[in-house]
């Protein structure tokens, strides 16, 4: 078996810790995600889910237990070296696009790879294959106001995954979108883990979508089941 790319030990997070109304989000989490596997995380709203993506992506810190990415673990790093593994490691897809208005499609997967120091060119073919992976390579030029809300989302799973993370997290990534666009979005961001044999996270409510992928856990009470 391999190594898990993301592992999580008795990650234990409370808001207004050690004060009066201390309430306890994660009470003790574990969980291994191998290369190329994609698990679903459902919980109600409020439940957490969000918090236990954000500590998994170094986003936030658990008040105890520990996160690895890649086998590294990140407790007790600089924010620098947090900044850096997260920036090289992990992409993230919201249930909100969160495009910049202002570049293209093809900018939109473009530029977080300059940020990282790939080369002009070199990003924009990793951007157009990624772009043809999920079907709208023709809307390579339009700036996100003339792309559909599935367009956009398909997007935007293609800037998360243009640096070639370990680790996809997804929060809601279909949430906002109607049942057919919703299978669209979903089917792009199946077909590039697979083929990119990375591990992901996603967080949904809906639960046929959670019933295709490898596992389903359940966050109740701050537990995973």
């Known amino acids: 078996m391999s190594d898990p790319v993301l592992s999580l030990s008795g990650i234990y997070k409370a808001y207004n810790k050690g004060k009066p109304g201390e ?116 809307r390579a030029d339009h700036r996100p106001a003339a792309l559909s809300g599935g367009e956009q989302q398909r997007v935007a799973v293609c800037r998360a995954l243009a640096n070639k993370p370990k680790l996809l997290l997804a929060d809601e990534p279909t949430g906002n979108l109607d049942p057919a666009t919703s299978d669209r979005v979903f089917d792009a961001l199946m077909v590039l883990t697979r083929e990119t044999g990375l591990a992901a996270l996603i967080a949904t409510h809906n639960l046929e979508l959670a019933g295709r992928m490898d596992r389903v856990l359940h966050l109740q009470d701050g537990r995973l089941v």
């Open 23 to 138: 309430v306890a989000v994660l009470k003790g989490v574990d969980l291994a995600i191998t290369p190329g596997e994609v698990v679903a995380l459902v919980a109600p709203s409020g439940a957490g889910k969000s918090t236990l993506l954000h500590i998994a992506g170094l986003l936030d810190t658990a008040d105890t237990g520990d996160v690895a990415i890649g086998g590294a673990v990140m407790s007790g790093r600089s924010d620098r070296k947090r900044t850096e593994a997260r920036r090289r490691d992990v992409g993230f897809v919201y249930q909100f696009h969160h495009l910049l208005p202002e570049f293209s499609a093809l900018e939109n997967i473009v530029l977080p790879q300059l940020a990282n120091g790939v080369a002009q060119a070199a990003a924009e073919a990793r951007a157009r294959d990624l772009l043809t992976r999920v079907g709208i390579d023709h």
